[in-house]
């Protein structure tokens, strides 16, 4: 008869086991009970956000909660909440919303491994909440909301590496500055769609149902960008123009660098 062999009950595979479990307990036990705003203050010295952006307070835990920001002066709330990792995929996702006083951007994020992340968002802007940002920048001023009915964006290769959607507004007065003037005129239903281009993303901008764009502007990842406005979108404003040109021509452009140095 001969002896059963003895086998420690530490076997190195067990001890990794469990150092993978209490790691596992540890961290579950940082994301659900650990204070969000405690960790901010943590890491806000090493985290470098544009000066646009302004963080003022941070509450709820890691796993779900709430923070009060300021965006070119105007205050937003962004909500969040955790969802289950992706141990194969090597991604977390996240519920997010963002709110202002008038208007709301929900939807989900996904942050993947390595730098990369997917928000797939939608929403409602109330343009009139922005009334004094648009006016210093000289734009156009529209009445009522442009609601966003899709918005998917993906961040890779620190850039943005994709990016589609789809944006209403029912129509209704536009208002713009022509020198010491203001221009006005009755617009109908227009839309405005985000693709992907070789070099960057393209917004076209046209009456819902219409022949053709009102409007585009490229945006290259280089950081350049141009605008051009067609024909369409003088009769649209019902603003006098030459009897030869066709709806398709284009009657202004213009091209310039969004960021320093661009070209």
Request: glycine share 10%; charged share 15%.
């Amino acid at each position: 008869m001969s002896d059963t062999e003895t086998k420690s009950f530490l076997r190195p595979g067990k001890v990794i086991l469990l150092v993978l479990l209490a790691a596992l307990v540890y961290l579950t036990a940082v994301i659900v009970w650990v204070p969000a705003g405690w960790l901010w203050q943590q890491a806000s010295a090493r985290v470098n956000l544009p000066k646009q952006v302004q963080v003022q307070q941070v509450s709820g835990q890691v796993w779900e909660g709430t923070a009060g920001l300021v965006i070119t002066g105007y205050p937003v709330r962004l909500d969040w909440r955790l969802g289950w990792p992706s141990v194969t995929g090597l991604s977390l996702p996240l519920a997010v919303s963002v709110a202002s006083s008038q208007s709301l951007i929900e939807g989900d994020v996904t942050i993947g491994w390595p730098a990369r992340a997917e928000v797939q968002a939608r929403g409602r802007l109330a343009v009139a909440e922005f009334e004094d940002l648009i006016r210093r920048s000289g734009g156009a001023l529209i009445e009522g909301d442009v609601t966003i009915d899709r918005l998917d964006v993906v961040w890779a290769d620190n850039r943005v590496s994709q990016a589609e959607g789809v944006g209403r507004w029912a129509g209704g007065q536009v208002t713009w500055p022509m020198g010491n003037q203001t221009g006005q005129a009755q617009f109908p239903p227009m839309q405005a769609n985000l693709d992907t281009t070789q070099g960057g993303v393209a917004l076209t901008v046209a009456e819902q149902g219409g022949d053709g764009p009102a409007a585009d502007a490229s945006i290259l990842w280089n950081g350049m960008m141009e605008l051009r406005v067609y024909k369409r979108m003088v009769d649209l404003a019902d603003q006098p123009w030459s009897d030869s040109a066709s709806p398709g021509d284009v009657v202004f452009r213009v091209r310039q660098p969004l960021l320093p140095g661009a070209r």
